[in-house]
């Protein structure tokens, strides 16, 4: 099964003779679906190309922090958001060392510094160096930091000596980072997101729609699917891949979504409102394109059925979280329209955003949203709507622990 589709893999590798494995281990996560670019210390272009690395893996291999053409869009942020994961294979002692000091001289420790995706290391030093006691404790720093440590192994290494030093091989690291998409937090449920805007036809060539591009409620089916949930997105009309493991449900407008939603949630355990419904629609949508005939044209329109309230009524409600989008900009005001909905529509949680923010709008990468329940509030600062859904995914698991606990 290809675990890492549509991942991120944002490779390191530091200097040291193991890193002639870093042209393996590209083509072994590319086995698994991800996507990898390359980030080489200069100590690293010693041992192996950045050409030979940039070849296998497709993508330009960075080795400059102060890349005049990558900086004038920031490139380093660019990176150290764009990556799932940051998996540094060869490490270094030396750049295990840089990594607790918190340094950020080069590329590559700047991006770990920068990113808030997952970090991993695969050792590789001469066995003396990794059972030095300054490696241990860095070894014991980095792991209390949340670092996950592939490795390494024992064997013959390069100078002649044999113990623990060797890099773990490039198969097995491959699965070590698939391995890290999988919490488990919802195995064996069944999660129904749905996502995207949803089009109210005016005639036969005319519709009323919203710019919700579907990427946050795409980037919450995918971190369900990691999280080991039987996942149903019910998508409106957008121009996105969606995740490889998700059963699909296209739908256009209001009306069909809710059909296709309350359909799916008679018996699912999470129901994620991420769609960005409209409240309204045409009553008589024309049956033939409408002719520009007087400077004025009036069309009556009707609302919409609430798609998350209706759910969150079932006789057998699963869990329901919703979303706000609004267009304020003072937090207490959005917490209230948030707590009102929250009420109203008898849902559990609420995810509310401010829309008007241009960076964490409907078409961006990135989102910042408060999580309202019916006795707290978290704010979550802007951060990738991939990072963000997996902090989502979690929290809810917890509550619908909680809550299952409690029946």
Excluded at 15 to 28: C, V
Excluded at 187 to 216: C, F, H, L, Q
Aim: proline share 4%.
């Amino acid at each position: 099964m290809h675990s890492l589709v549509n991942k991120h893999v944002l490779l390191g590798v530091s200097g040291g003779i193991a890193a002639y494995k870093s042209a393996e281990l590209i083509r072994r996560l590319q086995d698994l679906g991800a996507t990898v670019k390359v980030v080489m210390t200069s100590a690293a272009t010693d041992f192996i190309t950045p050409l030979t690395l940039q070849a296998l893996s497709g993508n330009p291999v960075h080795t400059q922090l102060l890349d005049t053409k990558a900086e004038a869009a920031m490139g380093h942020i660019e990176l150290a958001k764009w990556a799932d994961v940051i998996l540094i294979a060869p490490a270094s002692a030396n750049f295990m060392a840089k990594l607790v000091n918190g340094e950020a001289g080069d590329l590559l420790s700047t991006l770990c510094l920068a990113s808030r995706s997952f970090l991993a290391i695969a050792p590789a030093m001469n066995q003396g160096m990794w059972a030095n006691a300054s490696t241990q404790n860095n070894l014991v720093s980095l792991r209390d930091r949340g670092v996950h440590i592939f490795g390494p192994a024992e064997g013959s290494q390069a100078c002649g000596d044999v113990g623990l030093g060797r890099m773990v091989e490039p198969k097995d690291i491959a699965k070590l980072t698939s391995n890290l998409f999988k919490t488990g937090s919802l195995t064996g449920m069944k999660v129904v997101v749905t996502a995207g805007p949803t089009r109210e036809a005016i005639d036969p060539v005319r519709y009323m729609s919203n710019n919700s591009s579907g990427k946050m409620g795409y980037a919450l089916a995918q971190a369900a699917i990691e999280a080991g949930a039987e996942t149903i997105l019910i998508s409106g009309p957008v121009s996105l891949e969606p995740p490889s493991r998700a059963r699909v449900i296209y739908t256009t407008s209001a009306l069909e979504m809710r059909i296709a939603a309350l359909a799916e949630a008679t018996d699912c355990n999470l129901f994620i409102s991420c769609a960005a419904v409209a409240d309204y629609r045409p009553e008589y949508p024309a049956e033939q394109k409408i002719k520009k005939s007087t400077d004025l044209m009036t069309i009556t329109f009707v609302k919409n059925p609430d798609i998350v309230a209706d759910v969150a009524a079932l006789p057998n409600q699963p869990f329901t979280v919703g979303f706000a989008a609004e267009t304020t900009q003072i937090d207490k005001h959005l917490e209230s329209y948030a707590r009102q909905k929250l009420k109203k529509k008898n849902l559990d949680l609420i995810i509310a955003n401010d829309v008007s923010d241009q960076t964490i709008g409907f078409d961006s990468n990135d989102n910042a949203v408060l999580v309202v329940d019916s006795i707290s509030s978290e704010s979550i600062q802007k951060t990738s709507k991939t990072f963000l859904s997996r902090l989502l995914i979690e929290k809810i698991s917890h509550m619908l622990e909680i809550k299952n606990k409690a029946l």
